[in-house]
């Protein structure tokens, strides 16, 4: 396992950080499968999902900032999961790193400050869909405690052909 990055603060989002996320957010957009939009992003229409992550509760946006630069290196995230009211104890978990930080530990530093920021929350579940194949953020939510419940074949089209998605769910907070 990767050592966390050193020099590097995890911290709540701000709209300052805006341009910065959204770019990471476009690179995944135009380069891999990773997410299914389609469309890149600009920080004007990536506001209202910024301002949907308060400082608290359960839908959370934190961001790995590396000190001495000041750059935004990466960002989880925990969000409803489904819009009806039965579902909000359950979150929906991601994380995106800057294309060069990768593969260095950031992914571990930033779900262990989101899994941690959480604990005080009413929520009981948190969900992740990872676009197959990636065996890095297999490693990742495995590591974390997820566990995976099942794969949606072909479930995605981008780049001209069909993706698979793994959901996987982790149990948070005491059993009910």
Request: aromatic content about 10%; overall charge neutral; hydrophobic content about 35%.
């Amino acid at each position: 396992m990767p050592q966390p990055p050193k020099d590097v603060q995890v911290r709540a989002g701000t709209e300052a950080d805006l341009g910065a996320l959204t770019d990471i957010y476009n690179h995944f957009i135009h380069e891999t499968a990773i997410t299914f939009d389609t469309v890149a992003f600009t920080p004007e229409e990536r506001l209202p999902w910024l301002r949907s992550h308060p400082v608290d509760g359960p839908h959370r946006l934190l961001v790995a900032q590396d000190v001495p630069s000041a750059r935004i290196l990466g960002y989880a995230t925990s969000s409803p999961f489904r819009p009806k009211p039965a579902y909000s104890t359950s979150v929906e978990v991601s994380v995106y790193c800057a294309p060069d930080h990768g593969g260095r530990g950031l992914g571990t530093l930033l779900y262990q400050a989101l899994f941690d920021a959480l604990a005080g929350e009413d929520v009981h579940r948190a969900y992740a869909g990872i676009a197959l194949p990636n065996d890095a953020s297999a490693r990742l939510h495995t590591r974390f405690g997820f566990r995976h419940v099942g794969t949606y074949a072909e479930v995605g089209r981008k780049f001209g052909r069909y993706w698979d998605v793994a959901r996987y769910e982790k149990r948070l907070g005491p059993e009910v």
